[in-house]
């Protein structure tokens, strides 16, 4: 096991580099250095220049640039936000918490559904069910989620005045963060319907972004399962006499499960930024975009790592929670 | 003898192709998909000439008409017009030209990058390997379209660098897929044949070797299309791919963004025009892999 997560971290070691590279580059390859991306519009004066430059390290060749950025990221420097004037790693982690509810909520939307879905259409193989369930996915899984957005706003938000529109909380109600996840947080609080009002404003926002795994994991689940029906230990198990839901949840879903949702999370991450985007969430996808716009380069460089960091760290808990379940892939 | 040959392989040619087409014409749903995508794109090339107004032609005394089967709908603007007066139908039309195209470039870039890497990747092995597998590690770290957003503002916005922005992210698939193929058919006894009888590496990777990866290949590609449209349409979305007033779908969406309560039609049509269009390629797509894996087309 040892073995297995050393080698594992050790393939890390160039990709932390390589992204690092990427975004040290980034700042370098924009129009203008980034003295000029500091002043903005309003410009700086030549001699100002000079001495913003040397006190920002940029006079010195590009090599030991990279290496004292990449020193500063190894202390957890990740550079300060042009327009809080925070640090840009305080700022990420703040946010996070939002980020994060509303993945897992879209996970487990996609997954409660996706996986009965999918065992469903396996066990009824080639009935018009089957064709149903599948043909939902494939629409599910060609959607464009920006506009399933705006589209479930102008149905539910809109018409029928089911949910609200933007934000994570009505308003009207206070509510101390303490794990930043709002649903427990309105739940400890004693402000009453706090948890409904945060209920109310993840359902959407979940709903959206779950579309796209909902029909990755129905679809997988579905081909997983017809691969294992026709094993012969199934069919042994079957004859032994054990209820065909013991069966398929023993055998089938076990391996299927983590891989399923490990591959998901650069996919989470990348549709958060269209999700929190349409429903203003509060959390690392509405915000990078902010900084885009708002060209406060230095939070997208840090964005940029602190994202990468994550993919990396979520895909390397995959890979081992896998081994652990399927030893044969420590060898 | 020469001319025997090239009978052989035509003959094997023809009938590996009419195998691919039983598999491909018995899902009827793969058929419907072909059919509506061979509109789409007939409708992209025909633009011009179906499209009832110009895609920007300003009707200002016409403008937020709903489509013609609402209360104040007309038969001139069928499904509506946007905040300008201009056209829904005609900018949707002209819209899948542009949609179309940046697929179709998108995956030749990426295709065409990812193939020539995977293998040398795959054919070389060393240090040229490890140093090309990073590099895609890398950019796979990294989700696409926070990716493509990053190359967008370093190259600044425009459909065109959306394109190129959203080919880097797609390349580690088509490099890791030629890669494994390409590892594979290696030890294979026609190409140590060859190797035998002279062929120098450029022969081997391109002659031998590639047209043996393709089947997997051709898939990739064809999901890539679907994925290049979905993220070509996000990034305009975003304000970050085609600039307004050029009709792709994603801007149309983000240009009516304003009005999806007033004038919902001007944000509705854009959206169905995506998603069908995604959905018949895709259709296509799961099809063709069933077609060309060996292992699913027995069972």
């Not at chain 1, 081992?320 to 044969?328: A, F, Q, S, T």
């Not at chain 2, 598999?23 to 419907?32: G, L, P």
Request: proline letters at 5%; one cysteine or more.
């Amino acid at each position: 096991m040892f073995k297995f997560l050393f080698k594992r971290l050790l393939v890390l070691v160039p990709v932390f580099f390589g992204v690092t590279l990427v975004a040290f580059g980034f700042i370098r390859a924009l129009p203008g250095d980034p003295v000029e991306v500091l002043a903005g519009e309003r410009g700086v004066s030549p001699e100002r220049h000079a001495e913003l430059m040397a006190k920002l390290g940029l006079d010195q060749p590009l090599w030991q640039q990279y290496l004292s950025y990449v020193g500063d990221v190894l202390q957890g420097d990740l550079g300060t936000s042009l327009i809080t004037n925070r640090p840009v790693a305080e700022e990420f982690f703040e946010l996070f918490p939002a980020t994060a509810e509303l993945a897992i909520c879209a996970i487990l939307f996609a997954v409660i559904l996706g996986i009965p879905a999918g065992i469903i259409a396996a066990v009824k193989r080639g009935t018009w069910i089957d064709q149903g369930i599948m043909s939902i996915s494939l629409a599910g899984y060609s959607m464009p989620i920006f506009w399933w957005g705006l589209l479930l706003i102008i149905l539910f938000s809109n018409t029928l005045n089911l949910t609200p529109v933007s934000g994570r909380l009505s308003f009207l109600f206070e509510v101390e963060p303490v794990t930043g996840f709002m649903l427990i947080d309105s739940l400890l609080s004693d402000e009453k319907g706090a948890f409904k009002s945060a209920l109310h404003h993840l359902v959407l926002p979940a709903i959206v972004l779950g579309t796209i795994p909902l029909a990755v994991i129905a679809r997988q689940t579905r081909s997983a399962m017809l691969e294992v029906l026709s094993e012969d230990y199934v069919r042994t198990a079957k004859a032994k006499g054990l209820s065909p839901l013991r069966v398929i949840a023993i055998h089938a879903l076990r391996n299927a499960m983590i891989t399923v949702i490990g591959l998901q999370v650069a996919v989470l991450l990348g549709g958060a930024i269209l999700t929190e985007t349409i429903f203003g969430w509060p959390g690392i996808g509405k915000w990078i975009i902010f900084s885009v716009f708002s060209r406060d380069y230095f939070a997208v460089q840090g964005g940029l790592l602190l994202i990468a960091g994550c993919v990396m760290v979520v895909n390397l808990t995959v890979d081992l929670l896998y081994g652990l379940i399927n030893p044969r892939i420590l060898h | 003898m020469t001319s025997s040959t090239t009978t052989t392989s035509y003959s094997v040619r023809s009938q590996q192709w009419r195998e691919f087409w039983f598999y491909f014409s018995v899902n009827k749903t793969a058929v419907a998909g072909l059919v509506f995508l061979i509109g789409v794109v007939l409708m992209a090339i025909l633009a011009d000439v179906i499209s009832p107004h110009s895609p920007t032609e300003q009707y200002r005394e016409f403008a937020e008409i709903p489509p013609a089967w609402m209360e104040g709908g007309q038969m001139r603007f069928f499904l509506g017009t946007d905040y300008a007066g201009r056209d829904m139908l005609s900018r949707i039309i002209h819209g899948a030209r542009l949609s179309l195209i940046a697929g179709c470039i998108v995956v030749l870039m990426s295709a065409s990058i990812g193939v020539l890497l995977g293998l040398v990747a795959g054919f070389r092995g060393g240090w040229v390997e490890t140093i090309i597998m990073r590099i895609m590690d890398t950019i796979m770290a990294v989700p696409g379209l926070l990716m493509a957003l990053v190359l967008v503002a370093v190259l600044g916005p425009g459909l065109l660098n959306a394109m190129v922005a959203i080919a880097i992210t797609y390349t580690p698939s088509f490099v890791r897929l030629t890669r494994a193929s390409t590892m594979t058919e290696l030890n294979k006894d026609y190409v140590t044949a060859s190797k035998v009888a002279g062929a120098g590496p450029m022969r081997l990777m391109f002659i031998s070797i590639l047209p043996n990866c393709m089947a997997p290949l051709i898939v990739q590609g064809t999901l890539s299309f679907s994925t290049a449209i979905l993220d070509t349409a996000a990034l305009g979305f975003l304000g970050m791919g085609a600039q307004a007033p050029l009709p792709e779908w994603g801007t149309l969406i983000a240009e009516n963004r304003d009005l999806m309560l007033s004038a919902p039609w001007t944000v509705t049509f854009p959206g169905i025009a995506i998603l069908l269009a995604v959905l018949a390629i895709n259709l296509m797509g799961d099809c063709l892999r069933d077609a060309l894996d060996p292992k699913l087309k027995r069972s």
